[in-house]
Structures are given as C-alpha cells and as structure tokens.
C-alpha cells in the first residue's frame, strides 16, 4: 500500500493508493476479508505486512522489520488468516498442518500480540491464542506460558529452537525474523547471506551472558562430524527442540564442579566474555579430553541435574580455539566434572573450512587434420618428447592450427 505525498505536512493519514489490478491479485481476498472484519469490529486502522511497506524503499523496509515486532506487540488484535485450513465439514479442518506454521515471519505474529484471532481460507473465525493454547503448544513447542504472555524468561537457545524448522523466501530473513524476539536492531544487509545469522548471534551477545547461545549441536546427517567449527551456530535448526535448555546460577554451577582445592577456584568464575574481532575472550571450567578440550558451559537441559559440555581443539600454528565434534553437546556426569580448571582462552565464532576436492583436468583437442581419425593425441610434459603412444604409430606432432581448450568440468 502506497501513500502518495500530501498537501499538508502535517498529514500523516494521507489517502493510500493501489495499483489498478489491486482485485486480480492473488492476496486481495486476504486483505478485503481483514479489513471487513476489522471494521466490523470498530478498528479504525489495519497494517497489513503484504500490501503496506514499500519494498521498493531500502529505508522504509530496514524500518519496517526493525518495528515490526513492537507494532504486533502493540496491536490491539492480530488476525491470522490460514488460507489452507477448512472444510465443508469441519472449519478447523488442516489447521494443525497449516503452512503458516512452518514460516519464519508468522513467529513474532504468534507470540507479539496479547490477542490473536485464527480464520480459516472462508474468513470463518475459528478460534483464538487463548482457545487454541494446547494444540499451539504442540505443534510449535512454545511453553503455554509464554503463548499467554505470562512473564517469564525463555533462554537465547530456547527462543532459537521456537524457529528450527521454519523457512523463510530469503536466507537472510531467517535472522531478520528473530531480531525483535531478542530486542535486537541492526541494519538490513539483503545479501550477506549467512552471515545475517552470525551478526544476530554477536548482537545478542553484547546485551547477554546467557551461555546457552553456545548449546546447540550438528545434525548427524552431515557427512564429517569431526569437523571444526566456529562457536557460533549456523542456524536456528540446529538449537535442540526438545526440553528448554536454561542457564545455571553461580552457586549450582560451583556445586556441581567436585574439587577439593582450597580456596575453590571457581568462586570468582567471570560470567560474562568479550567480543573480539575474530572470536570471544571467554573463561570456561576446562580440563583434556583426549585430543580435544572439554568446556563446561553455564547451562542444562531443564530436567537435568548436571551442565552441558562441548569439545573444544587448539588451532595449529595459531592462537585460540575452535570448536570440534560439532554434533555433540554432551550432557556431562559427575565423573566429566573431575580435575576440572578454570581456562581463560579465545575461541573463533566464525570459521569455515573450503571443501578440498581433487579435480581432474580434460583436455579437448579438436584438429580438421586426418590423422585424427587414426591415432590418438597425447599432451608431453616435455616438447619434443615422444612417447609411444600405441595407436597410430608412436609419437605425432601437433599442427600448429591445432585448437587446444582446457576444461576443468566434471
């Protein structure tokens, strides 16, 4: 929805405009049927994310996502409009399965507001946030407590598992989505890539000694599970969906670490870390584990009596850490928490590693002499040089005109 300049500047409600085939496109029923409503209703305004930001303006869309959260979160109502729910027999027909819940944007739409109202693909209500709470709950593994805004403080790596498994249209958005779940606000980058995702993660860190944000683990599809990581994660999907994991206070933490040094070395363990240009600064209770490192983070599965712990592996011929068996983040017993030491080191939060892949060079050799219907052409790796070459008599120089194109495809 477009709003074109006023006459007088002190109007902020200017008529909005619509390009004249607004009726054939596919989302007007969504935005006729959620504008009916809302007056029925006696709303007097309506934002809709598909039709009201300009995406054509770079500074109205950086805009947009950065306040979207907080407009949903002051909404007096948000409707959800399932277009593939519903049927003859039953309206709720599908709605456990509605694509709607597999996007990452829908996400700030479920936990923002206080009041959200669910239609099916007829504009029949069928229920609201409050109705639904239970199957909610199941299917988004979101707690029914932070569903009804009840206060309450979700972890970083729970709020990352709320959107494992959801897609979004742009790689990108998959951070962008979750800036407001977090109270973050960066700049808008639409190709970067990935790298969204790491920027989220650094920006969290900087308002947040949560160490859950390091508790995530590789899915044991991934061909090399030994391989080397950075310490932050590479996407929400890899945050565990099961039982929250929540940080540990100070006085369990020194509890379930056994020593008997005196005084305890880990009274004064330093909470929090700092962001370097390529890593963290960071002091973890630590002791050898065979090649690698164990570290001890300050977090657990919620049912859990003991920390989470991660492997750790010195960088060769460098300074710092990075992190190894990426698909492993080990729930520790009382026997890991021995000999334990406090280390105060630097771990890399970005690294990748360049795939090394043999590949073999083809040589296209195109001739209009005749010879080449009889014998084979071989290259040299001395000029001059002849080799016998078994078909067509033995060694045969090149015409001059020869064409030689060199391809590395395949």
């Not at 054509?56 to 959260?69: D, F, G, R």
């Not at 989505?177 to 790298?195: A, N, R």
């Not at 992190?323 to 690294?351: C, M, N, Y």
Request: hydrophobic share 35%; with cysteine; charged share 25%.
């Amino acid at each position: 929805m477009q709003v074109p300049p006023s006459e007088d500047p002190c109007d902020d409600h200017a008529e909005p405009t619509f390009p004249s085939n607004v009726q054939n496109k596919e989302g007007f029923a969504k935005l006729q049927g959620a504008c009916d409503y809302a007056s029925r209703a006696g709303l007097e305004y309506i934002w809709i994310d598909t039709c009201c930001i300009d995406k054509t303006s770079s500074a109205e869309l950086s805009e947009a996502i950065n306040s979207m959260y907080a407009w949903y979160q002051d909404s007096a109502v948000c409707y959800v409009y399932l277009h593939d729910v519903g049927g003859d027999e039953d309206p709720r027909a599908g709605f456990e399965d509605a694509d709607w819940f597999r996007r990452g944007w829908t996400l700030q739409e479920l936990i923002a507001p206080d009041n959200v109202y669910f239609f099916n693909k007829y504009w029949i209500k069928i229920g609201s946030k409050a109705t639904f709470v239970d199957i909610l709950e199941k299917i988004t593994r979101i707690r029914q407590d932070i569903l009804l805004g009840i206060p309450c403080k979700p972890s970083i790596a729970e709020k990352m598992s709320w959107a494992a498994g959801r897609k979004t249209q742009k790689i990108e958005d998959r951070a962008y989505s979750l800036m407001g779940l977090f109270g973050i606000h960066m700049p808008i980058i639409y190709g970067e890539g990935e790298k969204a995702f790491r920027r989220l993660q650094l920006k969290i860190m900087k308002s947040s000694d949560d160490q859950t944000i390091f508790a995530w683990k590789d899915s044991l599809d991934y061909p090399h599970p030994d391989r080397t990581r950075g310490l932050l994660a590479s996407a929400p999907d890899v945050f565990l969906r099961g039982s929250p994991i929540v940080p540990i206070d100070d006085s369990d933490l020194i509890d379930s670490l056994h020593t008997a040094r005196s005084p305890n070395p880990f009274h004064n363990l330093p909470r929090g870390y700092s962001i370097l240009n390529d890593g963290i600064r960071i002091t973890l209770p630590m002791k050898e584990a065979g090649d690698a490192w164990l570290a001890v983070l300050r977090c657990k599965g919620k049912d859990q009596k003991f920390p989470y712990g991660i492997y750790l592996t010195k960088r060769e011929n460098c300074d710092g850490f990075l992190r190894t068996l990426p698909t492993k983040l080990q729930v520790l017993d009382s026997e890991d928490l021995k000999d334990l030491a406090p280390q105060t080191i630097r771990i890399v939060v970005d690294h990748h590693i360049l795939p090394t892949i043999k590949r073999r060079q083809f040589l296209t050799l195109q001739s209009t002499d005749p010879v080449w219907k009889h014998c084979g052409y071989y290259v040299c790796r001395t000029p001059g040089s002849s080799h016998d070459v078994g078909q067509g008599g033995g060694y045969q120089a090149l015409d001059p005109d020869t064409r030689i194109e060199l391809s590395d495809n395949g």
